[in-house]
């Protein structure tokens, strides 16, 4: 098959039975099959997908490895030209494949696309994990055109031209299977959140364009807020940065990059602590402890980039999209989108 759609799952049985007749439907008459790799689930996935869904290529895994570590070893089972991650709670319309695709065969120098996301429950509202592309602001906090904070836009086509941005969702993302191995795939470290974000910035700094394609549109459910969540994005946050903000200062000619962009490193866990002490005011102990393990996660697991690395970087010649110049969160309270 030309793309495989591969769906990592774990412990989402009933997702699959709801939404995969719709993914198997969405594909026929297309060089396109789907791949489940499941992540140790314990809920009878396995056993439902080999009694309902045999036709499905099932790829079994010993445990959980997280988002990373599971598309990582699902991946190196498939072979094809274009790998499709997709969650396992988004539901695909007809018509969603081709345009991806079409895209990737007229844009060579793109390494990974995705659909615009749109709410399973408020079709016409964008969502949270990705809307209609994503980008950081100064500081690294991530948002999305159609979504900052918890403030979603309807969909009424302000953001119906492809776009480069800096990020697409995993929750539905396009990547070419040359770019994914030549990059390693996703950064273990990550275990899940933010690790698409790493990998569609580590895919601009080698010099490939990362676009969001609205001709294609999906919808996904809204997810749970909870104190994991919040330990494994505050502390990949800091991880994203480090990996990645000094080699794009570098990029861009900009003097002494390594001091830069620990500047702006300190200045994020001013902002980080400062969310800790609201939480902790706000009687939500739970979410104030996740902040202050998310920070001493970080500074167990980040590897400090080298002056050779980063310099490395100097004078490419092309630029990283989708940085937002200025803070975005007190636009984001103002209600003010991004245009």
């Known amino acids: 098959m030309r793309t495989a759609v591969v769906i990592l799952n774990w412990n989402t049985k009933d997702y699959l039975r709801k939404f995969l007749p719709m993914l198997l439907n969405s594909l026929e008459g297309l060089d396109a099959g789907v791949v489940v790799a499941d992540n140790g689930s314990t809920d009878g996935s396995v056993e439902m997908m080999a009694s309902e869904f045999p036709s499905v290529q099932l790829v079994p895994l010993d445990k959980n490895y997280g988002f990373t570590g599971g598309y990582n070893r699902a991946l190196e089972a498939v072979d094809a030209e274009f790998f499709v991650l997709l969650n396992s709670d988004v539901e695909v319309p007809e018509g969603w494949l081709e345009p991806l695709v079409s895209w990737m065969d007229e844009h060579p120098e793109c390494g990974a696309c995705g659909p615009k996301i749109l709410s399973y429950n408020h079709r016409d509202t964008f969502e949270y994990a990705g809307a209609a592309?994503?980008?950081?602001?100064?500081?690294?906090?991530?948002?999305?055109?159609?979504?900052?904070?918890?403030?979603?836009?309807?969909?009424?086509?302000?953001?119906?031209?492809?776009?480069?941005?800096?990020?697409?969702?995993?929750?539905?993302?396009?990547?070419?299977?040359?770019?994914?191995?030549?990059?390693?795939?996703?950064?273990?470290?990550?275990?899940?959140?933010?690790?698409?974000?790493?990998?569609?910035?580590?895919?601009?700094?080698?010099?490939?364009?990362?676009?969001?394609?609205?001709?294609?549109?999906?919808?996904?459910?809204?997810?749970?807020?909870?104190?994991?969540?919040?330990?494994?994005?505050?502390?990949?946050?800091?991880?994203?940065?480090?990996?990645?903000?000094?080699?794009?200062?570098?990029?861009?000619?900009?003097?002494?990059?390594?001091?830069?962009?620990?500047?702006?490193?300190?200045?994020?866990?001013?902002?980080d602590g400062f969310s800790g002490i609201v939480y902790l005011c706000s009687g939500k102990w739970s979410f104030f402890k996740a902040v202050v393990t998310a920070h001493g996660e970080y500074r167990k697991l980040r590897r400090k980039p080298s002056t050779a690395d980063v310099e490395a970087f100097r004078g490419r010649g092309y630029e990283v999209k989708g940085i937002y110049p200025k803070f975005m969160i007190p636009r984001a309270l103002l209600r003010r989108p991004l245009k």
């Open 133 to 271: 592309g994503g980008f950081i602001d100064k500081y690294g906090f991530p948002f999305c055109r159609g979504r900052v904070l918890k403030w979603f836009e309807k969909d009424e086509g302000q953001y119906d031209s492809p776009t480069d941005v800096l990020w697409v969702s995993g929750a539905a993302m396009m990547v070419r299977r040359r770019v994914w191995r030549r990059l390693g795939g996703l950064d273990e470290r990550f275990f899940a959140h933010m690790e698409e974000i790493d990998l569609c910035w580590r895919m601009q700094l080698e010099g490939w364009n990362v676009t969001v394609v609205p001709a294609s549109h999906v919808y996904h459910t809204l997810p749970n807020n909870s104190p994991g969540k919040l330990r494994l994005n505050y502390r990949n946050n800091l991880l994203l940065l480090d990996n990645n903000l000094a080699k794009t200062f570098a990029l861009r000619g900009l003097r002494r990059p390594l001091c830069r962009a620990r500047s702006v490193i300190f200045r994020r866990k001013l902002l």
